[in-house]
């Protein structure tokens, strides 16, 4: 399975798509003997929704997953059992705030009309090309960064700067996966 993942690296969506649909929504995908990555991929809503609502507490995240994703911190997407319940509980308060949704809103717009417009009209009046699948992705970080550190990272600006930490972590991910082993 490892050659064939690493000859469609570039289109690795597309690719993990088809293998999926192909197979009935869940797929084995098994690598090396020796490199201990096998791993169930579904797609499947009543698997998602048993693994992640139904019966959560059967699937804890572990420490491999923390590791790799250390930049979220000790927050709901890295906790697990009664430190996800008590995050769950807090976090869908905040939700429900007025207030959250008025933050929300605010920054959502502030971010489009003072960073997604201006450079969607620059890079239209320059005629030029723009991977937009990029740009939102920028928007979405920049956004979600706000909302959990209360500053603006400024992915979005009009010299498209790399992101150095989604850069470390896949860089960190492909070294762990692919070189290390």
């Known amino acids: 399975m490892l050659p064939s993942m690493l000859l469609n690296i570039h289109r690795v969506h597309d690719w993990t798509t088809q293998l999926i ?10 690598g090396p003997r ?5 791993s169930l991929w579904t797609a499947d809503p009543a698997n998602v929704r048993y693994m ?3 019966n959560f507490s059967n699937f804890p ?5 923390k590791d790799i994703f250390d930049v979220l911190g000790d927050g709901i997407f890295n906790s697990d059992m009664d430190q996800w319940r008590t995050q769950r509980r807090i976090g869908h308060a905040l939700i429900n705030h ?3 949704l008025q933050f929300l809103i605010k920054t959502v717009q502030k971010k489009v009309e003072h ?23 920028r928007f979405m970080f920049d956004t979600t960064y706000i909302f959990l550190a209360g500053v603006d ?29």
Request: charged share 25%; with cysteine.
């Open 21 to 30: 649909s192909q197979n009935k929504l869940h797929f084995l995908f098994q």
């Open 34 to 38: 020796f490199g201990q990555i096998d």
């Open 52 to 54: 992640l609502n139904t």
């Open 61 to 65: 995240k572990g420490p491999e997953y």
């Open 98 to 100: 007025p207030k959250f």
């Open 115 to 137: 960073a997604l417009v201006p450079l969607l009209d620059e890079y239209l009046d320059k005629q030029g090309s723009l991977d937009l699948q990029d740009v939102f992705k």
């Open 153 to 181: 990272p400024a992915c979005l600006a009009m010299d498209m700067p790399k992101v150095p930490i989604a850069q470390k972590r896949w860089t960190m991910l492909y070294r762990q996966y692919f070189i290390d082993m």
